[in-house]
């Protein structure tokens, strides 16, 4: 059975942090790349960051740079997203999603995507 399933969001203040988790099947996380997108109320989703498979090899949207980090652990079939310094435009549903083909910051270049996971961030 191929899923991911996202945790670890939360309601947080500006200025704090979440760690978000992506358990992903064997099948699912065997991809090219597992990315996380967001998608704000009223808003279409949209890229988060990348973390390819093979290597360490990241990607960021301009946003996210300098404030969340991207990580795996193969073992565990897992993809983390470290967030520090969350401000309340970061409040979204939080996706986890494995690359399939073409562009890396379009939804359509990806298969398998979870509920995702609430994050409010307050002033």
């Known amino acids: 059975q191929v899923h991911v399933a996202e945790s670890g969001g939360g309601l947080v203040q500006t200025g704090d942090s979440l760690r978000l988790s992506c358990a992903a099947s064997?099948?699912?996380?065997?991809?090219?790349?597992m990315a996380w997108f967001r998608q704000a109320p009223g808003k279409e989703r949209e890229f988060v960051a990348l973390?390819?498979?093979?290597?360490?090899?990241?990607r960021y949207a301009d946003f996210a740079k300098g404030r969340f980090t991207v990580s795996k652990d193969i073992a565990k079939s897992s993809v983390y997203l470290q967030m520090n310094n969350l401000m309340p435009e970061d409040t979204g549903v939080y996706y986890c999603?494995?690359?399939?083909?073409?562009?890396?910051?379009?939804?359509?270049?990806?298969?398998?995507w979870g509920q995702g996971t609430q994050v409010t961030v307050i002033s």
């Open positions: 999603t494995n690359h399939r083909t073409g562009n890396f910051d379009s939804p359509s270049s990806y298969y398998y």
């Open positions: 064997e099948r699912a996380f065997n991809s090219y790349a």
């Open positions: 973390v390819k498979r093979l290597d360490d090899n990241t």
